[in-house]
């Protein structure tokens, strides 16, 4: 067990649905993270929280809002979503260390959009 | 900026050969490095890691050294399993930083 569930596992939507994915650590963990994998590309980081607030944000479109709660709650708000944006999205977390730091992730969400 | 530069795939063995996946990275300062797994239809599992040069990073059979004067960090297993075909990522943290950089994976298939 990784100790981070994402939740759905599977979304299919249209592009003009809102949704919002999800993502809980039982880790004890202070920073989150969500990353976007698409075939063939190689995994790219979308944000950082750490401590709940937002520290990297990496020229992502507006149409994916995150959120973070709290230190064990993420999620990532999608509205008005493109094809192109179909893909695995998946949730990390770690200590949060100014050291080497281990990032522990979900199993993530595969997002179809029509 | 930080890269990590992976061996292209597919790679494609029989069961017990030897197995070794090359990375190389560019990186400023004293990055530690990571080799991560991805399963069928799973997200990514930590394989090993090392924090410093000349650091062995070890699990499941799996071993890789920390070869700084090479910038490199190459995945070996001596006798390899169906049950190890995964995609596998190489990764890098730079000192400060709290994003990791991964290279494009490997995907590797281990056939009875």
């Known amino acids: 067990e990784t100790g981070v569930t994402q939740t759905p596992r599977h979304l299919v939507m249209g592009m003009t649905n809102k949704k919002s994915l999800k993502c809980e650590q039982h880790l004890g963990h202070n920073a989150m993270y969500w990353y976007k994998q698409s075939a063939k590309k190689p995994l790219e980081l979308m944000f950082v929280?750490?401590?709940?607030?937002?520290?990297e944000n990496n020229s992502v479109p507006s149409r994916f809002s995150p959120e973070c709660p709290n230190s064990s709650h993420l999620f990532l708000h999608l509205h008005t979503l493109q094809p192109e944006d179909s893909a695995l999205y998946l949730c990390?977390?770690?200590?949060?260390?100014?050291?080497?730091?281990?990032?522990?992730f979900g199993p993530g969400t595969r997002l179809t959009v029509l | 900026g930080d890269s990590v530069t992976q061996m292209e795939g597919p790679v494609t063995l029989s069961e017990e050969a030897f197995l070794t996946i090359n990375c190389t990275y560019t990186?400023?300062?004293?990055?530690?490095l990571f080799w991560y797994v991805q399963y069928p239809g799973e997200g990514l599992q930590l394989l090993l890691k090392a924090t410093k040069a000349d650091d062995k990073g070890s699990n499941k059979g799996f071993e890789a050294t920390y070869r700084k004067e090479t910038t490199s960090f190459h995945l070996e297993k001596g006798s390899v399993q169906v049950s190890d075909s995964a995609v596998y990522f190489c990764?890098?943290?730079?000192?400060?930083?709290?994003?990791?950089?991964f290279g494009q994976g490997t995907r590797l298939t281990i056939n009875p």
């Open positions: 990390a977390s770690s200590q949060g260390n100014q050291g080497p730091d281990t990032q522990y």
């Open positions: 990764a890098l943290s730079s000192q400060g930083a709290q994003k990791l950089v």
């Open positions: 929280y750490s401590l709940e607030e937002r520290v």
């Open positions: 990186a400023t300062g004293y990055p530690s």
